[in-house]
């Protein structure tokens, strides 16, 4: 068995058996759209499953005072999404189509760390060691094969996501870019060892664009995430 991969796993779930086949977990922290524009706070809750790649993360962003926007991101039977409607009802935006197929799928392997129980559970994913400290995770889908490098510290934590080619909407146009999650402050959570803080970047050609700051708030491993994600559909 491969010893770094080993050394991962043993570090987020420990020596116990977990029967879960997901994890329910809440977030908050702040985002922003492009470059030079302002934070905007959110709340989120997000449903990783662990024996499939899916998931969905549901937020609230405050663009203003009294003016929320609810967004879902996700990716599940295959297939990605991305919705906003302003107080729920007014449609802002919708993403549908192979490069947003491509852009979710890459969102779940780089967010495994809040999943780990998919290193175990998941037969559809590809991991391997490239090197004492890199672990590549890759999938399958109709787009074809995606994969991220996740960094890993001394210990066993994963510290780092990286892909050099996910999609990024410029216009009306996806560019391949490449793109960063960064993960600190590890603890245990749930039953398992998380990271509870994450930030996110686009590498642009004039320097990083962080998107992205999170920290988790509760996580919860859950049975039938399937189901519950039908639910959450309803």
């Not at 991962?8 to 492009?34: C, F, M, N, P």
């Not at 003016?67 to 039977?77: F, I, K, S, T």
């Not at 509870?196 to 920290?215: K, S, T, Y």
Request: contains cysteine.
């Amino acid at each position: 068995m491969d010893t770094l991969l080993e050394k991962v796993r043993l570090r987020a779930l420990g020596t116990d058996a977990h029967e879960a086949s997901g994890v329910r977990l809440r977030q908050r922290g702040e985002i922003r759209l492009a470059p030079g524009r302002s934070w905007l706070p959110f709340e989120a809750e997000q449903h990783i499953r662990a024996d499939v790649p899916a998931f969905r993360w549901t937020a609230r962003v405050r663009m203003a005072p009294l003016l929320n926007v609810a967004v879902v991101d996700a990716y599940e039977d295959g297939r990605g999404r991305l919705d906003a409607r302003l107080w729920r009802v007014l449609p802002l935006a919708r993403g549908r189509g192979p490069t947003i197929d491509r852009g979710e799928l890459l969102r779940y392997l780089a967010e495994l760390p809040w999943c780990p129980l998919a290193y175990v559970g998941n037969p559809w994913l590809r991991l391997q060691a490239e090197d004492a400290t890199h672990l590549r995770v890759g999938a399958t889908d109709s787009t074809g094969d995606v994969s991220v490098r996740l960094t890993v510290g001394p210990e066993g934590d994963v510290l780092n996501a990286y892909t050099a080619d996910r999609p990024r909407t410029v216009g009306t146009t996806c560019v391949a870019t490449p793109w960063r999650g960064t993960f600190s402050d590890h603890r245990l959570l749930g039953g398992l060892r998380i990271p509870w803080h994450a930030v996110v970047a686009w590498e642009l050609d004039d320097g990083p664009f962080e998107c992205f700051r999170g920290e988790v708030t509760d996580l919860r491993c859950v049975r039938g995430a399937g189901a519950a994600a039908r639910e959450g559909r309803r």
